[in-house]
């Protein structure tokens, strides 16, 4: 299923959600977080370069989960949108560079 299928944003919320649900986690926090995490991974995939996409989005996660094992919920959500304001902050660091480059 090609990304410019209609259905692919249909298809991938119920492949995550399904996917949390094995993992044994909400599947309303993957909705919750999707729209954030696409925009991210989006600007990581065009503004620096497409492998760091997954990369990024990984990290970010994996910081979530250590903010979850040493504090409350509320915590943890600052923490992913601490993380995301970091990665769009080098993202634009990265842009920046390229322009200097070019």
Do not use: C, W
């Not at 299928?5 to 909705?31: G, I, K, S």
């Amino acid at each position: 299923m090609s990304q410019r299928d209609p259905r692919a944003l249909e298809v991938a919320r119920d492949f995550l959600a399904e996917l949390a649900t094995r993992l044994n986690l909400d599947p309303a926090l993957m909705e919750q977080a999707m729209p954030h995490l696409l925009g991210m991974t989006k600007h990581v995939a065009h503004g620096v370069v497409r492998p760091a996409a997954p990369l990024a989005a990984f990290l970010v996660g994996y910081a979530a989960a250590q903010a979850e094992s040493q504090a409350d919920a509320g915590q943890a959500g600052e923490r992913v949108r601490s993380a995301l304001v970091q990665v769009e902050a080098l993202i634009d660091e990265y842009k920046e560079r390229a322009d200097g480059q070019a």
